[in-house]
């Protein structure tokens, strides 16, 4: 009788990067425990990853982050992504940092819609029962021991966000074992009663914690600074490399070794004496076997790290017994233990897998060829016997590479993360409910091997991806893809015109088949007009990708919305989005193509305009589309710019956080302010600036901020400039904002400074630093937290309205 094993390599671009003896003796030791850990916070980075580290390899536990969100409501500190973009990466970012700690990833359907001040109206927005539901159904799955939180159920939370964590924690702790609630997920996966739910608090919330702790039986205090002579590493230590895989944020870390207390202080459950898995009374005698669990126990101490496929036969038999476990409840324990298994057995085998083709993306329906490479490295004989079922001879002699050519047939949907497939708010809307969890799609393209080892057969499913070779980096890779015939994306996001006044627009065409005849229709809004129309698409080859112009222009009763572009047959096309660094796979979305259409009525006094570029946003198109003459500059070309020539300078958003050495050009920045320049600062954030004292005119940067979009303004200097000139600003101009209203407002300022404006959140005091200026000299100086690098290139009127005027200051 043949055995057959299933082994999933779906998350992996290249299957099988081989372990060392070591490494694979550490991975045997952790399929042999059965300890389970959930750790659960809000965002990407929330997540103490020398935590995770130390539970996943020093306890051998099953570890999980359940991160509610994906970041998408953040800020990006090494590029231009924002919203779901930013979600994207900050989602590879987390399993980046996952496959340091070598814990597991997994998400709700929650949207980061920015900070927020309350739990109440974060769970508001989401909707507290979709939300809870999706924490429970993570831990029904998952089945944890503990669940630690990172946060407080209470407002030390600090972000609304936080807080909410905690709290569904708490709460979805009881949901899990009771039978009545949400009993479609009962069926699946059973219920679930997890011991205790702790947190994982810091002296960052309480100074004197380590003398609290001592002897409190409400807390557990552990250090996670050990050393593991397997991995020839401490926890802390790969825990902070983990760390510094949120390289958006600007979370890169120092490494850290040595002795580190982190304190976890009870808030539900059991309170547990000295040991998070103390009441696990698990075992694989119970599970299946006292037999099985000697032959386990065998594997670990006869372990051969010198030939170690000579451990295969022995971790054969005990992966065949492992599907003896039966039952609801210990079903997807069961398939990730087998999983594992089989990725010991094939690292012991030294087994390396690639199927690869000649380009990165084909259409549908489209016949393509891949080459399947593989290579054992043991000296046990192992052959392919089947490809997706279809029965194939292909014997892996020792150190020697075979080739398999292969003939696919697309018949894939397009290749773009699943929560992004339908429109979506403040709750991202999966196409199945299976889906919600997963941490990203599975690979497009993947092939099933069979595999024969003295007799015994498994299978491995192995992506499909394209291998090249970067001559200034090495080998690189990327997943094969599927994707429509041709792509459509507008030179920018948003087309913001005065009424009657036309521009031209620019989209580019990006075709993914060879021989591409199509013509495409132009459909505007209401009011608009764009000449021409209609563009063919005449015989374009593979990847090529052609620019066209199109007149766009707006009537006196032009209605604001959105430009779509369709085929001839009125079928929806798709813009085409990469996010490409060196540190995540290349991630591509496919979204309907549109052009944002924006009937404005603002004024300008017309100009030069110098933007130093700080972050990454997409202010500097906004302020050309009001009609400024832009340039743009890094900070190191401050050394030679002559800013004289310039009506006004803007600095981008961060700029102090990315680019510290500015502080060298601060005099050459007072100069032309004293001179009569108008200096425009956007937001830079409170604590990672090297110095909390800023510009010309003295002034702080404080976390004060105000969250809601719709929060009601007051004008605190009505007669000023800025609010009259050239464009008379109003409450109207205030409305349809998105996300928030600004963050760290300026504080402390100098009495030169006049507040222009203030706001605030329901039940806090008016916030009156988010737009103060100065004279200075002959000049003027602006600070501004407002969040135009969000609200310009969302469309916002009155957002335009009010920093053209900003641009337009003349001292």
Not at 226 to 242: C, F, R, V
Not at 314 to 335: C, E, F, H, K, M
Not at 743 to 771: C, T, V
């Amino acid at each position: 009788m043949r055995t057959i094993l299933t082994f999933l390599l779906l998350g992996c671009l290249s299957a099988f990067s081989n372990e060392t003896s070591a490494e694979i003796y550490h991975s045997l030791q952790k399929v042999h425990s059965l300890k389970r850990v959930l750790y659960l916070a809000a965002h990407p980075d929330d997540e103490n990853t020398r935590a995770l580290a130390w539970f996943s390899l020093e306890g051998k536990a099953e570890t999980a982050y359940l991160s509610l969100t994906r970041g998408d409501g953040g800020q990006n500190l090494i590029g231009d992504e924002l919203s779901e973009s930013l979600g994207v990466l900050r989602t590879q970012e987390l399993l980046a940092a996952r496959s340091h700690d070598q814990a597991r990833q997994f998400f709700t359907r929650a949207v980061d819609f920015g900070y927020s001040k309350s739990a109440e109206e974060t769970l508001d927005k989401w909707g507290k029962d979709e939300i809870l539901s999706d924490v429970v159904r993570v831990i029904r799955k998952f089945k944890p021991d503990v669940i630690i939180t990172r946060f407080p159920p209470d407002k030390r939370g600090g972000h609304g966000h936080h807080t909410a964590s905690a709290m569904l924690a708490i709460e979805a702790y009881s949901k899990a074992a009771d039978p009545t609630y949400e009993p479609d997920q009962v069926a699946e996966f059973g219920v679930w009663q997890t011991d205790a739910v702790y947190w994982n608090t810091s002296i960052w919330w309480d100074k004197e914690l380590d003398e609290k702790a001592e002897g409190n039986s409400e807390y557990i205090k552990k250090d996670i600074g050990g050393y593991d002579l397997l991995l020839g590493m401490s926890y802390n230590e790969i825990g902070t490399i983990a760390r510094s895989q949120h390289k958006c944020q600007g979370f890169g870390a120092v490494i850290e070794r040595g002795s580190r207390v982190e304190y976890f202080e009870h808030l539900e459950g059991t309170k547990l004496k000295n040991d998070f898995f103390e009441n696990n009374n698990r075992s694989w005698s119970t599970l299946i076997s006292a037999d099985f669990e000697r032959e386990f126990n065998l594997a670990l101490t006869n372990f051969n790290f010198v030939e170690p496929w000579k451990n295969v036969p022995l971790l054969v038999r005990l992966r065949n017994q492992l599907s003896s476990i039966s039952g609801t409840p210990y079903a997807g324990i069961r398939d990730e233990k087998i999983t594992q298994l089989n990725e010991v057995i094939l690292n012991c085998l030294g087994l390396h897998i690639n199927i690869l083709t000649d380009d990165y993306a084909y259409v549908k329906g489209e016949d393509f060829e891949v080459n399947l490479e593989a290579i054992n490295r043991s000296g046990l004989p192992v052959s392919i016997v089947a490809v997706n079922d279809r029965e194939i001879s292909l014997q892996l002699l020792n150190n020697e590479v075979i080739s398999h050519s292969m003939t696919v047939n697309n018949t894939a949907k397009l290749s773009t993360p699943y929560w992004l497939e339908k429109e979506f708010g403040t709750l991202f809307q999966v196409p199945e409910e299976s889906l919600i969890g997963d941490a990203e799609n599975k690979p497009t393209f993947n092939h099933k091997l069979t595999l024969s080892v003295e007799g015994k057969q498994f299978s491995v499913t192995i992506p499909v991806i394209k291998k090249w070779r970067d001559p200034s980096y090495g080998e690189r890779q990327r997943e094969t893809i599927s994707a429509p015939d041709f792509s459509v994306n507008f030179d920018q996001p948003t087309a913001i015109l005065q009424k009657g006044t036309g521009t031209t627009i620019r989209l580019k065409v990006h075709s993914f088949k060879d021989e591409l005849n199509e013509e495409i229709a132009l459909k505007a809004p209401t009011g608009w007009s764009v000449v021409p129309a209609n563009l063919k698409l005449e015989n374009l080859k593979k990847h090529q990708e052609v620019w066209y112009e199109v007149q766009v222009k707006p009537t006196q009763n032009a209605a604001n919305g959105n430009l779509e572009v369709l085929t001839s047959i009125g079928k929806t096309t798709y813009a085409y989005n990469e996010i490409t660094y060196d540190h995540i796979p290349t991630q591509v979305i496919f979204q309907p193509a549109k052009l944002r259409c924006v009937a404005l009525d603002a004024k300008i006094i017309p100009g030069k305009v110098a933007y130093i570029k700080g972050a990454g946003d997409a202010v500097p198109t906004a302020i050309e589309q009001l009609g400024f003459d832009v340039s743009l500059f890094e900070v190191e070309d401050l050394a030679t710019i002559e800013l004289s020539n310039y009506q006004t300078v803007v600095m981008g958003i961060r700029i102090y956080n990315v680019h510290p050495e500015l502080r060298n050009f601060e005099s050459k920045l007072d100069t032309y302010v004293k001179g009569g320049g108008n200096l425009i600062m956007q937001y830079n954030t409170a604590s990672r600036s090297g110095g909390n004292k800023y510009g010309p005119v003295p002034f702080s940067v404080t976390r004060k901020r105000v969250t809601e979009e719709d929060a009601a303004v007051t004008f605190l200097a009505p007669k000023h400039d800025l609010l009259n000139k050239p464009n008379k600003i109003a409450p109207v101009d205030f409305e349809n904002w998105v996300q928030e209203r600004g963050l760290y407002f300026a504080g402390d300022w100098d009495a030169r400074f006049d507040p222009i404006l203030s706001w605030h959140d329901k039940g806090e005091d008016p916030q009156k630093g988010a737009l103060i200026v100065a004279k200075h000299g002959q000049g003027r100086f602006i600070y501004t937290g407002i969040s135009f690098f969000r609200e310009l290139p969302n469309g916002v009127e009155g957002a335009y309205r009010l920093f053209a005027n900003l641009l337009s200051y003349k001292p």
